[in-house]
C-alpha cells in the first residue's frame, strides 16, 4: 500500500484486501523461480511493506529468504511495523543495495511514479544479480486514468508493450507478461468514466475493504485468473516477471 493511503485502509485491513492478496500470488510465482539455495531480496518502493510482511509469515518459500529489505524514501521514523527484524526491515535508504547485488526485485506499482521510469528502473536493475529476477506491476491503460492516479501522484498508466519497452531498456528480457484484474475492467472502465469530474465519488472507489463476502469473491476471481495464466488483452494492473538478456550490454 502506497503510504499515502494508510488513512484510507489501516495496515492490518490491507492484508485481507483482495487486491493485496491477489498479488501476493505473482510474488509467490517469482520465487517459484529459483529451485535451490537462499535468495536475497530487495523491494523498491515497499510502501507500508505489507509484501515483505507476507513473506516473512504467510508465505510457503519463506524458508527461501535470506535477506529482505523493503526500500522507500517517504518511509519516516514514525512508521513502525511489528515484523521488523534483522532478517526483514525497511529502510529510506535509496542507496540500501547499491553495492550489493540482490537476487529477487519486487517493484510493484512505483514505476508509474517517476518523471523517468527508464533511468529509474536501470538503477533497480543495476542492484540484482547476474541470475536474478524483477517483478514489476504498473496501472493499466491510460483509458482508466482517474482522481485517485492524480491522488498518488501517478505519472501514467502503461500497456504490456510500454512495461516492456522501459524493461528492454534496461536490459530485461520478460519471462511472464499479462493482465491482471481483466475481470474488473468493463466496471472499472464505465465506474471511472461515469465519475468523472466528481473527486470525492471517485477517491471512494478504491482501496475500501468491501464486505467479507465480495472480498471473498474478488479474492477466488483473482485465483482463478491466476491458474488461468493471467490476461493477455486486459486489466487493471500490467504484471511482468523479467530477468537479465544475455544479448544486452548495460
Keep these: 500500500m502506497d503510504l499515502k493511503e494508510v488513512d484510507e485502509l489501516s495496515v492490518y485491513s490491507e492484508r485481507k484486501h483482495w487486491w493485496i492478496k491477489t498479488r501476493f500470488q505473482y510474488i509467490e510465482k517469482l520465487l517459484n523461480r529459483f529451485k535451490s539455495g537462499k535468495v536475497d531480496l530487495a523491494e523498491y518502493g515497499c510502501g507500508t511493506g505489507q509484501n515483505l510482511w507476507y513473506l516473512k509469515t504467510q508465505s510457503p518459500q519463506s524458508d527461501k529468504i535470506k535477506k529482505a529489505v523493503g526500500i522507500d524514501p517517504n518511509l519516516t521514523e514514525s512508521f513502525k511495523a511489528?515484523?521488523?527484524?534483522?532478517?526483514?526491515?525497511?529502510?529510506?535508504?535509496?542507496?540500501?543495495?547499491?553495492?550489493?547485488?540482490?537476487?529477487?526485485?519486487?517493484?510493484?506499482?512505483?514505476?508509474?511514479?517517476?518523471?523517468?521510469?527508464?533511468?529509474?528502473?536501470?538503477?533497480?536493475?543495476?542492484?540484482?544479480?547476474?541470475?536474478?529476477?524483477?517483478?514489476?506491476?504498473?496501472?493499466?491503460?491510460?483509458?482508466?486514468w482517474s482522481y485517485h492516479d492524480e491522488f498518488l501522484e501517478h505519472r501514467k498508466r502503461y500497456t504490456k508493450s510500454d512495461l516492456l519497452a522501459v524493461a528492454?531498456?534496461?536490459?530485461?528480457?520478460?519471462?511472464?507478461?499479462?493482465?491482471?484484474?481483466?475481470?474488473?475492467?468493463?466496471?472499472?472502465?464505465?465506474?471511472?468514466?461515469?465519475?468523472?469530474?466528481?473527486?470525492?465519488?471517485?477517491?471512494?472507489?478504491?482501496?475500501?475493504?468491501p464486505p467479507a463476502f465480495i472480498n471473498l469473491i474478488m479474492i477466488i476471481l483473482g485465483k482463478v485468473e491466476f491458474w488461468l495464466g493471467g490476461n493477455s488483452l486486459f486489466g487493471t494492473s500490467v504484471v511482468g516477471i523479467f530477468e537479465f538478456d544475455e544479448k544486452t550490454k548495460l
Design 82 to 144: 511489528e515484523w521488523v527484524d534483522e532478517q526483514y526491515y525497511l529502510t529510506s535508504d535509496l542507496n540500501e543495495f547499491s553495492n550489493k547485488k540482490a537476487d529477487v526485485l519486487l517493484a510493484m506499482d512505483v514505476l508509474e511514479h517517476v518523471d523517468d521510469d527508464e533511468s529509474v528502473l536501470k538503477h533497480w536493475v543495476s542492484t540484482m544479480s547476474h541470475n536474478g529476477a524483477i517483478l514489476i506491476t504498473v496501472p493499466a491503460f491510460q483509458s482508466l
Design 168 to 209: 528492454e531498456k534496461a536490459g530485461l528480457k520478460p519471462v511472464y507478461l499479462k493482465y491482471a484484474f481483466g475481470y474488473l475492467f468493463p466496471v472499472v472502465y464505465f465506474v471511472r468514466k461515469l465519475s468523472k469530474g466528481n473527486k470525492n465519488k471517485e477517491k471512494n472507489q478504491d482501496l475500501r475493504l
